[in-house]
């Protein structure tokens, strides 16, 4: 009897030690996962974020996603940096639905049915995979920051140790907002929560609006702008001016995005096409550079809205070297715009 006694104490303190070594284990290799994250996030995204190439920028994060994921098996936290991995991937996505609802106008413009139909439904799947990426991107922003600084999003402002934590929550809160639109233009998929915009609203008045290109601003603006009875009391057409005036100065165009997204969500086709022709003149100064792949996405969503205003009035996109112009204005010397389609 006591034999056995002593056997089970000794099967107990064997277990007992290999759990220790083994969290040891975990607590030395988590260490090292979260020292190799940090160097990704300090010696190769910045990199990334200068490049003028969307395509290989979305690209790129589309195919390091489950990498940057897979690193939670060696009991790292990749949230910060998948995040804005997924706010990059979530273009190539965006950049194919916007194809599709080109050729569903084309299609409709020529009263081709069926071809429009097939071309919708094309374009949902296309937003529903856009708006999932929106989301992780703003629930892995949250599941970081919160964790990190101790505070509820929304609800109170984290104090930010570096400008990296502030591009995330930035990012990530952006995408939360475009989750929410693209999932209802989806058909509601996954049914984001309509509690995410007056969150993002919040969040915003966390980040100095001027250092960040004026976006934190025009977020919150868009929010006002599309919220039914949100732009009571608010200046909206006035802080999109500003948001956008600052965007300018650092030769960042993301702020005329989300203009340009509240003026179409409210059918205000001239206001739309203002925003287009001011982004269309802007002059680029050298200091946007460290961003300019953000910038290109800003710019590359304005040329969607350019796009489908062309296929509306034309049946063709935006031609080469026409982007700020509008089919139906008078061209110089009466030149005829659709002799661009040639």
């Known amino acids: ?77 990749p949230s910060g940096l998948e995040s804005v991995l997924q706010s990059s991937a979530q273009m190539c996505a965006d950049l194919d639905a916007g194809a599709e609802e080109l050729r569903y106008l084309r299609a409709q413009r020529d009263k081709r049915t069926d071809e429009a139909l097939d071309a919708r439904i094309a374009q949902k799947r296309l937003l529903e995979r856009t708006a999932r990426r929106q989301l992780a991107s703003f629930d892995l922003m949250r599941a970081k920051l919160e964790s990190k600084y101790k505070f509820e999003y929304g609800h109170g402002c984290p104090r930010f140790r570096n400008d990296f934590d502030e591009l995330i929550y930035l990012l990530g809160s952006l995408g939360g907002l475009q989750a929410f639109v693209n999932d209802i233009a989806a058909q509601h998929p996954i049914n984001v929560s309509s509690d995410i915009p007056p969150r993002a609203e919040a969040a915003m008045a966390c980040l100095n609006s001027a250092k960040w290109w004026g976006v934190p601003q025009a977020i919150r603006a868009t929010v006002w702008a599309v919220t039914p009875g949100g732009a009571v009391g608010h200046d909206v057409a006035g802080t999109f001016d500003l948001a956008m005036a600052q965007g300018e100065r650092e030769g960042m165009r993301v702020s005329h995005v989300l203009a340009g997204i509240a003026a179409a969500s409210l059918d205000d086709r001239a206001t739309v096409r203002a925003v287009i022709r001011r982004a269309a003149t802007m002059p680029i100064p050298q200091q946007s550079e460290n961003y300019r792949y953000i910038d290109e996405i800003g710019l590359a969503l304005l040329q969607e809205m350019s796009d489908r205003d062309w296929t509306i009035g034309t049946g063709s996109r935006t031609p080469v070297g026409s982007f700020g112009t509008f089919w139906d204005e008078k061209a110089r010397n009466d030149v005829d715009a659709n002799q661009f389609l040639n």
């Not at 064997?14 to 190799?36: F, H, K, P, R, Y």
């Not at 969307?54 to 009991?75: E, K």
Request: overall charge positive; hydrophobic content about 45%; some cysteine.
């Open 1 to 77: 009897m006591k034999t056995v006694s002593l056997i089970r104490a000794g099967s107990t303190l064997l277990a007992l030690c290999s759990l220790l070594v083994l969290n040891g284990c975990q607590s030395v290799v988590g260490g090292g996962t979260n020292l190799l994250l940090g160097g990704v996030e300090s010696k190769i995204v910045p990199p990334v974020l200068k490049t003028s190439d969307l395509n290989m920028g979305c690209t790129y994060a589309v195919a390091n996603v489950p990498l940057i994921a897979s690193f939670r098996s060696f009991y790292g936290d």
